[in-house]
T-cell receptor, first 109, second 113 residues
Framework: SQQGEEDPQALSIQEGENATMNCSYK?????LQWYRQNSGRGLVHLIL?????REKHSGRLRVTLDTSKKSSSLLITASRAADTASYFC?????????FGDGTTLTVKP | NAGVTQTPKFQVLKTGQSMTLQCAQD?????MSWYRQDPGMGLRLIHY???????DQGEVPNGYNVSRSTTEDFPLRLLSAAPSQTSVYFC????????????FGEGSRLTVL
């Protein structure tokens, strides 16, 4: 089974609104990462948060991590049509990373 | 800097045929891995390697074989293709040190008839 599970599976919003995606995981982690996948393309790394961090920002992205609940959230502020993509959380172990099933975000112009 | 290169991008096979998906990276990354992605789903790990000569199984290894003779290359072999192996395959690499950011290829779309 997947280490990470994203919620919701699909999210549709208007341009300019904020988008929040959640991820739950099962085992202890050193860090949690978020990736983006445009349709038909490979995944691209967005942001990483370490287990001793609670919040991290990068541009319009904000990631939070709650290790007591084994959960993380990704917030995209002031969304744009170009943010339309699938977003995945991943946890990294020795030599391998495990991904959730992703959240498909649609931003309507 | 090409990053991670996968070939072919598209392939159609008949049941029972064999083929090799190629993956090469030019970043001198020790860690390489193969994932498959089925429609509407996340990535499932097939095989991975922590360095030349070392490979290990992931979550869904059956029907696939890998070898790692060089740091740069990590081919994935389908021994006898089955329709259940119709999927998009992604190769990824990362440095052994550091937080573990993966660099992905653009994927290989395989259809098994």
């Amino acid at each position: 089974s997947q280490q990470g599970e994203e919620d919701p599976q699909a999210l549709s919003i208007q341009e300019g609104e904020n988008a929040t995606m959640n991820c739950s995981y099962k085992t202890s982690i050193n860090n949690l990462q978020w990736y983006r996948q445009n349709s038909g393309r490979g995944l691209v790394h967005l942001i990483l948060i370490r287990s001793n961090e609670r919040e991290k920002h990068s541009g319009r992205l904000r990631v939070t991590l709650d290790t007591s609940k084994k959960s993380s959230s990704l917030l995209i502020t002031a969304s744009r049509a170009a943010d339309t993509a699938s977003y995945f959380c991943a946890t990294a172990g020795a030599g391998k990373s495990t991904f959730g099933d992703g959240t498909t975000l649609t931003v309507k112009p | 800097n090409a990053g991670v290169t996968q070939t072919p991008k598209f392939q159609v096979l008949k049941t029972g045929q064999s083929m090799t998906l190629q993956c090469a990276q030019d970043m001198n990354h020790e860690y390489m891995s193969w994932y498959r992605q089925d429609p509407g789903m996340g990535l499932r790990l097939i095989h991975y390697s922590v360095g030349a000569g070392i490979t290990d199984q992931g979550e869904v290894p059956n029907g696939y074989n890998v070898s790692r003779s060089t740091t740069e290359d990590f081919p994935l072999r389908l021994l006898s293709a089955a329709p259940s192996q119709t999927s998009v395959y992604f190769c990824a690499s990362r440095k052994p040190q550091g937080p573990g950011e993966l660099f992905f290829g653009e994927g290989s779309r395989l259809t098994v008839l």
